[in-house]
């Protein structure tokens, strides 16, 4: 598409009202609600559903899941509506920032994975399962939840490629390279094998 023919105008309402509904915190209202405290001063400090578990509030947690990919799933749904999927892909991309870099926290928020498999899932489904499977098998081989996303990101523009669209994976490009900066400290602790593993509690 050329860049003429973009309605640049409908694309910053979408990526803005990605953003908004990107930042919910759901994760520090769960913790919060099951008794945890502040999530973000626990392990990782991110306010992601990975965190949320090592509180050892298992709902919490789930829920944090549940409602952070549904949050990237009503973003791009709604974009699309009214419109197409341009706007799509630029609220998919608001509400995966806004999870990372919420306005109301300071900027600090989660690291994007639950979000990027609720975009994922709105804008081509057999492409996010193929994410989500992938997850799965590297969570169930090596029992690390940021190691499964590493490679489950990097994948996702591969998987998008084949079965959704050149926009989509373009997408999910810039995705992947947001997810590896976001686990940075994930990944040193990868490299000297300190990284927790799926289930291990936290200390407050």
């Known amino acids: 598409m050329a860049f003429d023919a973009i309605n640049w105008p409908a694309c910053g309402m979408s990526l803005a009202g990605g953003y908004l509904l990107g930042s919910i915190p759901f994760g520090l209202i769960f913790a919060y609600i099951a008794g945890a405290g502040d999530v973000r001063k626990i392990g990782?400090?991110?306010?992601?559903?990975?965190?949320?578990?090592?509180?050892?509030?298992?709902?919490?947690?789930a829920a944090t899941l549940l409602f952070d990919a549904a949050k990237g799933v009503a973003a791009v749904l709604i974009a699309a509506r009214f419109y197409g999927d341009t706007g799509a892909a630029f609220a998919a991309l608001g509400a995966f920032l806004g999870h990372l870099f919420p306005v109301w926290l300071g900027f600090k928020g989660g690291k994007g994975i639950a979000v990027a498999l609720g975009v994922t899932l709105a804008l081509a489904w057999p492409a996010a399962l193929a994410m989500l499977a992938t997850w799965i098998a590297a969570a169930a081989i090596w029992r690390i939840s940021s190691l499964a996303a590493l490679i489950a990101a990097v994948l996702a523009p591969v998987y998008m490629y084949f079965l959704?669209?050149?926009?989509?994976?373009?997408?999910?490009?810039?995705?992947?390279?947001?997810?590896?900066?976001?686990?940075?400290?994930?990944?040193?602790?990868l490299l000297n094998g300190t990284e927790p593993r799926?289930?291990?509690?936290?200390?407050?």
């Open 44 to 61: 990782s400090h991110s306010i992601g559903a990975t965190n949320v578990l090592r509180t050892g509030k298992y709902w919490a947690a």
């Open 164 to 189: 959704s669209t050149p926009l989509n994976a373009l997408l999910t490009i810039v995705l992947a390279v947001l997810v590896f900066i976001m686990h940075r400290a994930n990944i040193a602790r």
């Open 198 to 204: 799926i289930g291990a509690k936290s200390a407050a």
